[in-house]
């Protein structure tokens, strides 16, 4: 399997642009979580689906972002629109879910390193 | 609020020596503890994980330790290696994973 595909790896757009994120999720995994990761916070959970449900996006810092997954195989991350304090690098991870099992490891894409001018 | 915090954002140390990473957590419904490390350009890789029902796992160099009652998690590397230089992000779970902020981890040869 290639792991967890995240496109671009890297982006750079200016403030007020919209801005997408892309991520397949290893095949057969149900789970699928998108993180931001920066210095002063660490890898923050943003949003969560099981089965293409979103479950749990509090962690959505604001109304400009959205996502969505509209199969199995993909979902996306969108700003809009953006501005410079949302420049990090934005992780997608996915996972098994063995019924009520949330034990299994996640599986973590490469990222996407967004700087926003 | 950070629910799981590493206190030291790097560590460095002499190969073959100990290297020891530190966690701690606010949440005691937290019931499983794992350990990521992460190379530059790359996403975390699964690295160690242990149950609240126990308070010792190891995996060859690798031997994370549980302390419930001070919330307190840690990672021990022996001897450590070059290649280990990384950062080390460790997670807490409920329900959903819960991050540290990372401990850069230099491992001097």
């Known amino acids: 399997d290639a792991g967890v595909i995240q496109s671009p790896r890297h982006e750079v757009t200016e403030m007020g642009q919209e801005v997408t994120l892309r991520c397949k999720p290893i095949?057969?995994?149900?789970?699928l979580f998108w993180y931001r990761q920066t210095m002063m916070r660490g890898l923050e959970l943003l949003i969560y689906f099981n089965n293409n449900v979103p479950i749990d996006d509090s962690g959505m810092p604001e109304d400009r972002f959205s996502a969505k997954m509209p199969n199995a195989s993909f979902s996306t991350l969108k700003i809009q629109p953006s501005e410079p304090r949302d420049s990090a690098v934005y992780f997608c991870?996915?996972?098994?879910?063995?019924?009520?099992?949330?034990?299994?490891?996640?599986?973590f894409g490469p990222g996407t390193r967004l700087l926003v001018l | 609020d950070q629910q799981v915090k590493q206190n030291s954002p790097s560590l460095s140390v002499q190969e073959g020596r100990i290297s020891i990473l530190n966690c701690d957590y606010t949440n005691s419904m937290f019931d499983y503890f794992l350990w990521y490390k992460k190379y530059p350009a790359e996403g975390p890789t699964f690295l160690i994980s242990?149950?609240?029902?126990?308070d010792k796992n190891e995996d060859g160099r690798f031997t994370v330790f549980l302390n419930k009652s001070a919330k307190h998690l840690s990672l021990h590397i022996v001897p450590s290696q070059p290649g280990d230089s990384a950062v080390y992000f460790c997670?807490?779970?409920?329900?959903?994973?819960?991050f540290g902020t990372g401990t850069s981890l230099t491992v001097i040869p």
């Open positions: 095949s057969g995994h149900n789970s």
């Open positions: 242990i149950s609240s029902i126990k």
């Open positions: 997670a807490a779970s409920v329900y959903q994973f819960y």
């Open positions: 991870a996915s996972r098994s879910d063995a019924g009520l099992a949330v034990q299994e490891t996640q599986y």
